[in-house]
Nanobody, 131 residues
Framework: QLQLVESGGGLVQPGGSLRLSCSAS????????VAWFRQAPGKEREGVSC????????DVADSVKGRFTVSRDNAKNTAYLQMNNVKPEDTAVYYC????????????????????????WGQGTQVTVSS
């Protein structure tokens, strides 16, 4: 059974940077597509970015394009979300999620699958952007 644990959240000033980590245990992560979602108070869960099993393709939400970068190190069983030039509207609980993709699913559009497609979730880590 795959277990995911996020870390790296905290308080950061606008314009600053933060790197979130998603560590997997139980099974190897290299057969799973990994995604990052976030949820702010009173808002729906939003897809931020996702990465294919091999790391060869990624999908990024328009709201964070050019600022956030997803990556993974399968040897370390870990995925990352590098957040640069953060804004107050990035404040949210950030979750990593994973799924073994369906055969005909295109990993290049893994954000379009939506949160319901992802079977495994971490507990979330709070990111607060404030001066």
């Amino acid at each position: 059974q795959l277990q995911l644990v996020e870390s790296g959240g905290g308080l950061v000033q606008p314009g600053g940077s933060l790197r979130l980590s998603c560590s997997a245990s139980g099974v190897t992560l290299d057969t799973y597509t990994v995604a990052w979602f976030r949820q702010a108070p009173g808002k729906e869960r939003e897809g931020v970015s996702c990465i294919s099993k091999s790391g060869g393709s990624t999908d990024v939400a328009d709201s964070v394009k050019g600022r956030f970068t997803v990556s993974r190190d399968n040897a370390k069983n870990t995925a990352y979300l590098q957040m640069n030039n953060v804004k107050p509207e990035d404040t949210a609980v950030y979750y990593c999620a994973a799924v073994i993709p369906r055969v005909l699913f295109d990993e290049r559009i893994c954000l379009m699958w939506g949160p319901d497609e992802y079977a495994y979730w971490g507990q979330g880590t709070q990111v607060t952007v404030s001066s």
